[in-house]
């Protein structure tokens, strides 16, 4: 069966080689990739602000806390720091000027909660817990998403700070958007954790593209583009251009992939590789794309894969923090 596994991974892998081609990309020689192990509890977030925000995830972990206290401290971290600009309180707005907010979070029960274009709550992870928690539905956007936050206690405060202010009106200059792979003015916190009871959870929250028009929702509120959570599976967390993530329903098919017997390094190539073809199929420039993935089962074994060089995570658990460098299609 594994035999014939990897044969069938080798013939996929072969035909995307041969697809690549025609993007003037050289076949990239695919190596088994080791399997990473890591102790329970683990957490793995997206990016180098990921280090900090495991920290926050770590204490909730480290004293036997539920996986879904952990994801959702861990990404307030970036949400509440106005030198992230990518996330939260100080991210970049839109093109007319409006700091709108993207997120989700699930948990072990695959109970959900989204919040979608929200504006002025700094937090609007804990507003898409509330969701989760509070209402029958499981995602609310723009004034009705606002309208609920304020109903629940959230403060309403400026979130564009001048700085994000002044990039702005530099871009109204030209105003052309033209999102560029790992320039930072996107990126998203994407958190996945294994408790010690042995539950899976994650979160997703970001500012969205810079200067996108007002009211695009990208993947990261989408639950199954975005983040996905099985419990009895894995979990998976994206970042990039969500348009991309959403185009393949992305963390979804990291999971199944998972379900399916790919460890999650496998799951991730495999659906960077779909979108690579997706790309191709539709004509565009693979190169104006990054999106990343990484994905946790729950063994503890994780794994991430990226369009383009550049993107890195980081992962806790239990022998330290450290930010890995995610391999990448593209080389
Ligand atoms: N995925 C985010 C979005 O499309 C942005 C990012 O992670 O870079 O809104």
């Known amino acids: 069966m594994s035999n014939r596994r990897n044969f069938l991974r080798t013939a996929a892998v072969a035909s995307v080689a041969v697809a ?6 050289k076949p990239e020689e695919k190596k088994p990739e080791a399997v990473k192990k890591g102790k329970k509890p683990i957490v793995l977030s997206t990016w180098r602000f990921g280090l900090k925000a495991n920290e926050a995830a770590w ?4 004293a036997n806390g539920r996986a879904l206290d952990a994801v959702e401290a861990g990404v307030k971290v ?17 093109r007319d000027g409006r700091v709108t907010l993207d997120s989700c979070i ?26 989760m928690e509070k ?27 001048e700085e ?13 958007y033209k999102p560029i792979a790992n320039i930072e003015n996107h990126d998203t916190i994407g958190m996945i954790a294994l408790d010690a009871h042995g539950n899976l959870s994650g979160a997703c929250t970001t500012s969205g593209m810079a200067y996108k028009m007002h009211g695009r929702v990208g993947d990261s509120p989408i639950i199954g583009a975005g983040l996905y959570v099985d419990n009895e599976i894995g979990a998976a967390t994206a970042t990039g251009h969500g348009e991309e993530v959403i185009r393949i329903s ?49 063994q503890g074994e994780y794994g991430s894969y990226c369009v383009q060089g550049g993107f890195n995570y980081a992962v806790y658990d239990g022998t330290g923090n450290q930010l890995i460098d995610a391999d990448y299609f593209m080389k």
């Not at 699930?106 to 509330?130: F, T, W």
């Not at 995602?139 to 998403?145: C, I, K, N, Q, S």
């Not at 190539?269 to 690579?276: D, G, K, L, P, S």
Request: aromatic share 6%.
């Open 78 to 94: 970036p949400e509440g720091d106005p030198k992230e600009r990518s996330v939260g309180y100080g991210g970049r707005p839109d």
């Open 250 to 298: 992305g963390c979804h098919l990291v999971v199944e992939l998972m379900r399916q017997g790919k460890t999650p390094q496998q799951a991730c190539e495999e659906a960077v590789e779909r979108i690579v073809k997706l790309t191709k199929n539709r004509n565009k420039i693979l190169k104006d794309i990054q999106v990343g993935f990484i994905a946790l089962n729950k």
């Open 106 to 131: 699930m948990d072990e029960q695959s109970n959900i909660g989204a919040v979608a274009c929200l504006e002025y709550i700094k937090h609007p992870i804990m507003v898409a817990r509330a969701v």
């Open 164 to 176: 994000s202010k002044k990039d702005w009106q530099n871009w109204l200059k030209t105003s052309q």
């Open 20 to 25: 690549l081609n025609s993007f003037g990309v």
């Open 59 to 62: 204490e909730v972990l480290n």
């Open 135 to 161: 209402t029958p539905h499981v995602m609310l956007v723009g004034d009705g998403a606002l309208q609920f936050a304020l109903s629940q206690g959230f403060k309403k405060e400026n979130l564009l700070l």
